[in-house]
């Protein structure tokens, strides 16, 4: 079974627009960190937001939102007042255990947002 | 400023040829990674390394080595009985319980 799930392959947002982007998780540790990261044309991989299994508060960064519903097991990224420069693909990950020396993360398939101007 | 640098980022290999991509960071992260990405594809784990001299494997280690002689440099060789080596390859590091920082990757075709 697949660890992240993103079923969304693309979606398209309206400028100034919010857009919620889905990421469902398996996993039967009790301790786990969720993660988004955002992937530009250029490649590198851009670290946007951390969500931890104990936290009872949803994260907030910036214009970045993770709704965090555990028992649905779903982290869906959210983004405010989407601009041109949010195109790009976007991949939810995982940490299973608590954080150690090293966090392999098991990532998903991604979701391409495209903001129409 | 502080980073990872990937180097090259394009790198062309002959059939039966080893290449090795270079990774290094000045972050003083104790862990380092190595991943593919194959088009339309998440990211797969290769290989990471939590401290000098030691390294795991990660999903997809067949046909690839690694080593860690040093804190800041991962280096990644692509062997020549890795038989599908194109993909985009990305280093990133960490520190105890932080997120992974990324490089900006490596493109790598085969001729």
């Known amino acids: 079974a697949q660890k992240i799930t993103q079923t969304q392959p693309g979606m398209f947002v309206q400028e100034k627009e919010a857009v919620t982007l889905d990421c469902t998780y398996d996993?039967?540790?009790?301790?786990?960190?969720l993660f988004w990261y955002k992937q530009p044309s250029s490649g590198e991989m851009i670290f946007l937001i951390y969500?931890?299994?104990?936290?009872?508060q949803n994260a907030t960064e910036g214009r970045y939102s993770l709704n965090f519903q555990k028992a649905r097991k779903s982290a869906n990224l959210v983004i405010s007042a989407s601009q041109l420069g949010d195109s790009a693909m976007y991949f939810c990950?995982?940490?299973?255990?608590?954080?150690?020396?090293?966090?392999?993360?098991?990532f998903g398939t991604g979701t391409r947002l495209t903001v129409i101007p | 400023d502080g980073g990872i640098t990937q180097s090259p980022k394009y790198l062309f290999r002959k059939e039966g040829q080893n290449v090795t991509l270079s990774c290094e960071q000045n972050?003083?992260?104790?862990?380092m990674y190595w991943y593919r990405q194959d088009p339309g594809q998440g990211l797969r784990l290769i290989y990471y390394?939590?401290?000098?001299?030691?390294?795991q494997k990660g999903d997809i280690a067949e046909g690839y080595s690694v080593s860690r002689e040093k804190k800041e440099s991962f280096p990644l060789t692509v062997t020549s009985a890795q038989k599908n080596p194109t993909a985009f390859y990305l280093c990133?590091?960490?520190?105890?319980?932080?997120?992974?920082?990324f490089g900006d990757g490596t493109r790598l075709s085969i001729l």
């Open positions: 990133a590091s960490s520190g105890v319980g932080q997120p992974q920082h």
């Open positions: 972050l003083n992260h104790d862990a």
């Open positions: 390394s939590q401290i000098v001299n030691d390294f």
């Open positions: 969500q931890g299994s104990y936290d009872e």
């Open positions: 990950a995982m940490r299973e255990g608590l954080p150690t020396g090293a966090n392999n993360l098991f």
């Open positions: 996993t039967s540790d009790q301790s786990y960190g």
